[in-house]
Nanobody, 124 residues
Framework: QVQLVESGGGSVQAGGSLRLSCAAS????????MSWFRQVPGLGREGVAS???????YYADSVKGRFTISRENAKNTLYLQMNSLKPEDTAMYYC??????????????????WGQGTQVSVSS
């Protein structure tokens, strides 16, 4: 089992920045890829960014050039640096982990482990 705990959400004005963190614990050696998803009420979870053990990174088109995903293996922590935030970035952000590789990083159902979420609110 893997446990994920997000932190770092909050409220900012448009153009501002936030850094989300996700601390992983448990059987972290089984993790192949970790990702960030976001969700607004009434819609499904949208893949934001992903990073695998090969250090390959993937981003949704809507956040390319503004968000950066990274990880610190020694601390078993995943990060999402979010710059130039827009009101449309407002959502609950979730950390997710999976034990398999593959190019379907944006598919929420491919992840077996999820954090509880952290809210990001961007005002105009």
């Amino acid at each position: 089992q893997v446990q994920l705990v997000e932190s770092g959400g909050g409220s900012v004005q448009a153009g501002g920045s936030l850094r989300l963190s996700c601390a992983a614990s448990g059987y972290t050696g089984s993790i192949a890829c970790m990702s960030w998803f976001r969700q607004v009420p009434g819609l499904g979870r949208e893949g934001v960014a992903s990073i695998c053990h090969s250090d390959s990174t993937y981003y949704a088109d809507s956040v390319k050039g503004r968000f950066t995903i990274s990880r610190e293996n020694a601390k078993n922590t995943l990060y999402l640096q979010m710059n130039s935030l827009k009101p449309e970035d407002t959502a609950m952000y979730y950390c997710a982990a999976r034990t398999a590789y593959g190019d379907y990083w944006h598919v929420a159902s491919s992840y077996g482990y999820w954090g509880q979420g952290t809210q990001v609110s961007v005002s105009s």
